[in-house]
């Protein structure tokens, strides 16, 4: 009997990432083909052109702040919607291969991501070594296996696959650090229904002309209940001073108030681009209640007011 | 051939007042049946009841401000809606019967509205003459007529029905005051089609343990471009600081601007009473221009965005 | 030794009526000279000229509203201040001569309040009576006394003086109505000294060319945690549409975040009449408790943020 | 005779990048002391423990954006202020030794920011290419010139220095590209004089048990008529959610307004942190004129309002 196709996935690749890891817990992509890519903007195009179905890119960590490609890449470029993401632990380790010792690493391979979240420990451990940014976690690793470089910050998936053996654990300097990764797919379906607990992607490109334009979106969103949980700027490249904002906000596209305020943003900036409504993620260990609607905000209320404004509209009041 | 039945209008009597010069100006009332009321209770109880089709009685003049007992009688009892304003020059002159001069004035029957708009003439020509506050213009006229006071600050319609003498024309110390009237009907029929310069009336009770109610009642408004003309706070009776505000707006609730801001009021207001959308009167020679509604919140605008989020909904960007 | 003369206290007369009893609750006007006003208007005169020290006036109540002549005289001519208000029950009474019974009322004196307070006892025991406007419940007493009118609605303190007896006791509507009278003195002297519970009286006139002024003027509250009790548009007298907005607040000029929310408003807005800071007075039998000053908010938060923004502006930081 | 010392002045190194050219458009540092740093880290060190007066440090990218690093390190220790900025155009070069071709270009050392910029130049002109991230334009011209990679993305300051031929110039996707540095001192003077085109950039950390904080941030600033020209957020490293938001507003801590602001911000923000007030730097040929403040928010009107506010408390009101 001829099955469907399995779901063709990419990822940021290389190999033993954190972003394989997070792509593992996503059961479609252990049953389906895991493809790395060599950039985010590799992993976009794969789904942009049909090479792939969906696309798993990180996209802010709780340390190193937004991943300024991936927003970047997202809106140059045709539409592409977030339909989950994935929220893993980042655990860093120092490693080398088995004839380096700590007291003689003189050069570390690390994705500016992980210097940036192990800064401390290198400090305090390896001040002289001298940082050399590499591409991915992945590349770190190898950079460590074939002699680049004296060590490498990479992930514990990393040791094994490479050959490591690991010099240090933990040196991550916040220890609870975590990555988000999205899930990125062509749009063309509806989004994965509500639950409850939902999250809803956008960027905004605000009219420059006017005064007070951020407080304007801020407006619209609270004005209908709608609770702003990240925004995010990244420039235009047209000049300084012009910035995309990326929102996020709790909520579903498909309930009212988040409908309602869609719409005025619609109407008020120059652009907005959805970018998805999806279940929330939240890391092993740490989840935390759904923040509901306020009170007169609910779907139910929502109808509530249109039934009355319908009757209304009919001259019908009582 | 059997016609329709004329309508029946009542308002705020007695005859030979203002409020009957306005209703004079509406053409079905010219051709309908008339009754004056002694009072507005009377005259919204007739149409409540169903003894009357329409109701005219005193809104807010420019001088002398809002109609109190009017607001206060609109939203104690079933709803009623205003279908249309009229707005008429108030040119109040002094009158006594043939025997009286004025310089022998003593005691002036008016109406406290009329007092109100008098007050700076009655001062610098007759400052000893007592004010006798009256129900009406039409009493006052009836007053002096009747001997029981010397003079009467009445209306011009009012001279020759009494056979009274004008002592004095043009009193009001705002030359060109006015008073705005409204026509009340009971629900059942939808509001007259939008123009592109409608008023839409309404009260609304806030919940009064909330802090910065009226701010956000504004911001509703504020939100969805639809400019407010007039506010006004009426006691509830329940205990000082406990109100109902009048609110009155630029739009017409067929509107989408308007509908989403009535919706939102609803939703964060204890009451919202809908009191109607009718075309804005404006007093004779002084049309204004219609204030269009801001940039990015016509009704096409609001398609535009409905049908985007439409898209978004089923998954379709592009 | 001569002693100080005594403080001349004028209020709106004539004798008899619940202003006095008001009166006669402020511990210096029992010491002091009292005086019947004709008017509201004649009473602020007497303050202004010189010729009394304070004039106790109506302010609102809890039925009727605002006294709208008071606004208007408040704001129509040199400035005064309130220093403190009185909150007195509206216990009203219907009387008559000794020879009148109820079922042969035909006409009965009333202010125009008094009325609006007992319309439903009026229509459900003496529906068929003629309500006569006159200018004060004193007035009403007379007018019953003298024989003009049947009976007369007013204060219990009018009963033996005219010789009437009481038809009917407690015929308000709203048994707990109560009034609100405001003391009135020429400026020159600092307000009186904070006490935690303290309301500040404005007006302001609003930038009619501004769309949303109603809204900033809100927000300049807001903003600073000043929470805005009470609301009243008055005509400014120009045309429909001009009003002048009469603001109460909780808190004391000489607070930090009152002081800087006036100035915001008089920044903001075309006029702004401060109408004195005063503590706070509450009918017998329902004190409430201060509302406080909203969590960093206070003056101590006020000299804390001052203290640190002088240190920012020196150059000192840490 | 003995002159004053010459100031110190670190620099994000190494020699020949971007930022050693941005610190020579300052006079004061052409005369005086200037040394490399090999990270924003140590250049701020430097400035933080007195080894050195001032650093100057990349601060935002036109197409790159905030300069993530020196966000987190200048919140992540004692305050430091910005005394100036420099906007510098980004003219990238695509350099190589001698005996190297565009057409066998393997590997490209790119700064990860230098990177981004040039994506699509690589992309379409050497698209097999790995690009090796390297810590500086520095780096990666010496990288080329030591052989470790086949070219780099440099500054032309590069090219005499480390030997280097150009292969292509101007390969930036955006040709208008600029990055903009800040200098930074330590605390201890006041801020440079008020120029009427000065920048204010602050941190603020808001209540994350708050709703809606970020909008009641950007209300306190928009009351007083404060633009905010820039607003990035940065994770504080606790969790996913916990943001530093920096925000740059038009406008001088000695300003009336912006200090009213900035009070305003410390009452209700967890905490604020002050980053200086200095001149607006632009980029060359493309001065703006400065942004005034709004009618009623100089500071001529805070004068007068603050002077009549002395009069309410005095007492005297006209």
């Given at each position: 009997?001829?099955?469907?196709?399995?779901?063709?996935?990419?990822?940021?690749?290389?190999?033993?990432?954190?972003?394989?890891?997070?792509?593992?817990?996503?059961?479609?992509?252990?049953?389906?083909?895991?493809?790395?890519?060599?950039?985010?903007?590799?992993?976009?195009?794969?789904?942009?052109?049909?090479?792939?179905?969906?696309?798993?890119?990180?996209?802010?960590?709780?340390?190193?702040?937004?991943?300024?490609?991936?927003?970047?890449?997202?809106?140059?470029?045709?539409?592409?919607?977030?339909?989950?993401?994935?929220?893993?632990?980042?655990?860093?380790v120092?490693a080398?291969?088995?004839?380096?010792?700590?007291?003689?690493?003189?050069?570390?391979?690390?994705?500016?991501?992980?210097?940036?979240?192990?800064?401390?420990?290198?400090?305090?451990?390896?001040?002289?070594?001298?940082?050399?940014?590499?591409?991915?976690?992945?590349?770190?690793?190898?950079?460590?296996?074939?002699?680049?470089?004296?060590?490498?910050?990479?992930?514990p998936?990393a040791i094994d696959r490479f050959?490591l053996?690991v010099?240090?654990?933990?040196?991550?300097?916040?220890?609870?650090?975590?990555?988000?990764?999205?899930?990125?797919?062509?749009?063309?379906?509806?989004?994965?229904?509500?639950?409850?607990?939902?999250?809803?992607?956008?960027?905004?490109?605000?009219?420059?002309?006017?005064?007070?334009?951020?407080?304007?979106?801020?407006?619209?969103?609270?004005?209908?209940?709608?609770?702003?949980?990240?925004?995010?700027?990244?420039?235009?490249?047209?000049?300084?001073?012009?910035?995309?904002?990326?929102?996020?906000?709790?909520?579903?596209?498909?309930?009212?108030?988040?409908?309602?305020?869609?719409?005025?943003?619609?109407?008020?900036?120059?652009?907005?681009?959805?970018?998805?409504?999806?279940?929330?993620?939240?890391?092993?260990?740490?989840?935390?209640?759904?923040?509901?609607?306020?009170?007169?905000?609910?779907?139910?209320?929502?109808?509530?007011?249109?039934?009355?404004?319908?009757?209304?509209?009919?001259?019908?009041?009582?």
């Amino acid at each position: 009997m001829p099955g469907v196709p399995p779901t063709r996935f990419v990822y940021l690749g290389p190999e033993s990432t954190f972003t394989e890891q997070a792509l593992l817990t996503i059961p479609a992509a252990v049953r389906g083909i895991r493809t790395p890519a060599r950039s985010v903007p590799e992993a976009l195009e794969a789904v942009r052109s049909g090479d792939a179905d969906a696309a798993l890119v990180p996209w802010e960590n709780s340390v190193g702040g937004a991943v300024g490609v991936t927003l970047d890449e997202l809106v140059d470029g045709p539409a592409l919607v977030i339909t989950r993401d994935v929220v893993v632990p980042v655990d860093f380790v120092l490693a080398a291969r088995g004839d380096r010792h700590l007291q003689n690493i003189r050069s570390v391979a690390a994705h500016p991501q992980a210097f940036t979240q192990c800064r401390g420990w290198l400090r305090s451990h390896i001040p002289d070594a001298a940082i050399v940014d590499v591409l991915s976690n992945g590349a770190a690793a190898a950079s460590a296996a074939d002699g680049t470089n004296d060590a490498a910050i990479c992930a514990p998936i990393a040791i094994d696959r490479f050959g490591l053996k690991v010099l240090a654990e933990k040196i991550a300097d916040h220890p609870d650090a975590v990555t988000r990764f999205v899930l990125l797919s062509r749009p063309g379906t509806p989004p994965p229904d509500p639950t409850g607990d939902d999250i809803t992607s956008l960027a905004v490109w605000i009219a420059h002309d006017k005064v007070g334009a951020l407080l304007a979106v801020l407006t619209e969103l609270a004005v209908r209940g709608v609770n702003l949980t990240r925004i995010e700027s990244r420039p235009t490249g047209e000049r300084l001073g012009r910035y995309v904002f990326f929102l996020e906000c709790t909520g579903h596209v498909a309930e009212a108030r988040v409908g309602e305020a869609l719409q005025g943003l619609r109407r008020i900036c120059a652009e907005v681009r959805f970018l998805g409504s999806y279940p929330r993620a939240t890391p092993p260990g740490t989840r935390e209640r759904p923040v509901p609607p306020p009170a007169g905000l609910s779907d139910l209320d929502y109808a509530d007011s249109a039934a009355w404004l319908s009757r209304l509209r009919r001259g019908e009041l009582g």
